[in-house]
């Protein structure tokens, strides 16, 4: 299986991010390329040159030298990313996930150890990192919040990527942050359920088979339309874009869609654990 496994490092200060994207349209103009000349230069394609420039992906070191020497601008490029802040929040081995993710047509989440981060409700994602070992502090716990809720955009776009969620109900018994939390979580999913594009279903216990007891994974669907796959473990990630990798777990996904409540059965389930209230 092919992976691209991170080691816990900082992520770049997403301001600085936006300065050195705008820096590299700036040099790339003055050069008179556009961004699909520069991406097929590259071999990268013009969407990825787009979201450097718009600071939505970190531009490399090893391409910050390439472009410095292909545009002329004498290290500018490679000093500019030398010289960033940095804010230890989300970990490099998260980083390119969360590219993917924004950029990502079509989005497939089996989780089975909480609410997945894309469906989270404020305050349950405080909880869930206040539950972290060693503990954050508030004002990281604050920020990290913002920045998950901040993930959430993607689905509330004009044209959101097609999602599908597979939760485990055992992330559903753990009453994370206390009752309201908890409850307020339940209504948050109730109100996703209703949405068009996104497909919520429950996989409750007592099953006799489980294809999910791996744990959780994701899989992406990019606008080049490649597919790739994530993990996350303790201490690093997995990103999988080898095709039998993404295959496997693919296969595994479909098992869990079997194996789960349809749809409406999920609104069910969940008007229960409302009614519980």
């Known amino acids: 299986m092919s992976t691209t496994t991170r080691s816990r490092r900082s992520r770049r200060n997403a301001s ?5 994207g705008a820096l590299l349209a700036l040099f790339r103009e003055a050069a008179g390329h556009t961004q699909r000349s520069l991406g097929e230069i590259f071999v990268i394609g013009e969407q990825q ?6 600071g939505r992906r970190p531009l490399k070191m090893d391409l910050a ?17 030398s010289e ?13 996930y969360l590219d993917r993710e ?5 989005i497939s989440w089996y ?8 469906l989270q409700a ?58 309201a939390v908890y409850f307020e979580q339940v209504r948050k999913l109730r109100e996703y359920a209703e949405v068009p594009g996104i497909t919520l279903q429950i996989l409750p216990l007592g099953r006799t ?45 479909a098992m869990l869609r079997t194996q789960a409540l349809n749809t409406e059965e999920t609104r069910g389930m969940l008007d229960r654990l409302l009614g519980e209230q």
């Open 49 to 54: 040159i787009a979201s450097i420039e718009q």
């Open 111 to 118: 989780e089975g150890l909480a609410v997945p981060g894309l």
């Open 122 to 179: 404020e305050p349950y994602a405080r909880a869930v990192f206040r539950s972290r070992v060693p503990v954050y502090d508030e004002d990281q716990i604050e920020q990290l919040v913002a920045a998950r809720i901040e993930r959430q955009e993607i689905l509330h776009r004009k044209v959101p990527p097609t999602t599908s969620f597979v939760i485990w109900e055992a992330a559903l018994r753990d009453h994370l942050g206390g009752e």
């Open 209 to 253: 088979s489980h294809a999910g007891l791996d744990g959780p994974f994701i899989l992406l669907e990019t606008p080049e339309h490649q597919r790739l796959a994530y993990m996350e473990t303790h201490r690093g990630s997995q990103l999988i874009a080898d095709p039998d990798g993404v295959g496997i777990l693919t296969q595994k996904y």
């Open 84 to 96: 960033m802040p940095e804010v230890d929040l989300v970990p490099l081995w998260a980083e390119e």
């Open 102 to 106: 924004r950029e990502a047509i079509a």
């Open 65 to 81: 030298e390439q472009l410095d020497q292909l545009l002329d601008t004498k290290g500018a490029l490679v000093a500019a990313l």
């Open 16 to 20: 600085a991010m936006r300065m050195v």
